[in-house]
């Protein structure tokens, strides 16, 4: 079987997705090709022979008529859908919904895609996140949906033996926009330094996936809460050499602090639970399905900065309750969110939409 993965730009999460779900399918004898819209500019790339770029109607057409995909999944750009129908594919149409903002943001792209995905595609795919199950449920009740964990590898992704730094380290990973909420991550930091001041903070993100007024606002706060001395960044970071650096701030008795709006599942909470390090992050939907408060990671109330600092103040301090933790983080990881579930689930979503088609 062939299948085709549509989306805009090998970044983010997205790119952590398809590098995940490669890995599950291949194993089932799933022949994966992932269509990017734009061309990276800072990524680490994998399987660059099933990775293709581009954007034009006639290119698409060509390459769809190379590999004869009995399958393609569209994440996101709904416009797409009535595209490839027009191309003249007549095969199975899967759309996926990954990585949405905040819920008002959610059922506004939700409302103006609605006719769209309603009349082009077979059916929807989402992780399971309750307020993306809640409002799909609403929206499309005719649509047949689909939603199941995402997987990760923890053969592949695991932690290393790393040397233990002098400070306590916090990081934070993701984008500079609204919805990942940096601000108060450096609000949060800023109040933890007080309370504990052997404290360094970890930054990383992709400078080229935002904007230049944005930049200058990053470093407006910083300046602003004097934090030039305990902040280090860390720009374009290869997803393969993450481990090392969430060892790190594990084997530093840190964590790794996720303040995002909303979360449609959460990759990077997720890679750091693998590695052994503690998480706390707010409650932000997609996250809910595997952080359980004081279980397997901490959850705050996005914008109650004490509470998150506080929480933040006890996974380094509470050696007992971290190591707890991190151990039943792993066996979660392990039991619920494999390569195998995954290519089960999604195979049996494939074969009920072939018997319905055929």
């Known amino acids: 079987m062939k299948i085709l993965f549509v989306f805009s730009v090998p970044n983010g999460g997205m790119m952590t997705l398809n590098y995940e779900r490669n ?4 194993q089932k004898g799933v022949d994966c090709h992932f269509l990017y819209f734009n061309e990276p500019k800072n ?31 569209v994440c996101t750009y709904f416009s797409f859908l009535e595209r490839l129908r027009k191309m003249g594919y007549s095969g199975i149409i899967i759309f996926e919904i990954q990585g949405m903002g905040d819920y008002e943001y959610t059922v506004h792209w939700i409302e103006k895609g609605k006719s769209t995905i309603s009349k082009y595609a077979d059916a929807i795919l989402y992780p399971k996140t309750v307020f993306l199950d ?6 499309f009740p005719n649509k047949q949906l689909f939603s199941f964990h995402n997987s990760i590898d923890t053969t592949l992704f695991r932690s290393e033996e790393v040397p233990k730094p002098d400070k306590n380290i916090i990081g934070w990973i993701g984008r500079l926009d609204s919805n990942k909420n940096w601000q108060e991550f450096l609000l949060i930091g800023s109040l933890l330094l007080k309370m504990t001041p052997n404290l360094q903070l970890w930054v990383f993100h992709d ?9 200058s606002s990053f470093t407006r706060w910083i300046n602003n809460l004097k934090l030039n001395d305990a902040l280090v960044v860390h720009e374009n970071i290869p997803r393969s050499k993450m481990p090392y650096y969430y060892s790190v701030i594990a084997k530093s008795n840190g964590l790794v602090c996720s303040t995002s709006r909303k979360e449609g599942f959460g990759y990077a909470i997720m890679e750091a639970m693998c590695c052994h390090c503690p998480v706390l992050t707010t409650r932000s939907g997609g996250v809910q399905s595997f952080v359980k408060h004081n279980v397997t990671g901490k959850l ?11 929480e933040a103040r006890e996974l380094i301090q509470n050696q007992k309750l971290r190591m707890k933790m991190v151990t039943r983080a792993f066996q979660l990881i392990q039991s619920s969110f494999t390569p195998k579930q995954y290519s089960d689930q999604f195979l049996h979503m494939i074969d009920q939409l072939s018997t319905r088609a055929g």
Do not use: M, W
């Open 300 to 310: 705050y109330d996005r914008g109650d900065i004490q509470k998150g600092a506080n």
């Open 207 to 215: 400078p080229s996936v935002c904007s230049r007024e944005t930049l």
């Open 43 to 73: 990524t680490d790339i994998f399987n660059s022979q099933r990775n293709h770029f581009a954007n034009k109607d006639s290119e698409i057409k060509q390459l769809i008529q190379k590999h004869q995909f009995q399958v393609i999944i």
């Open 23 to 26: 890995i599950a399918l291949t």
């Open 134 to 139: 809640q409002l799909l449920k609403k929206y």
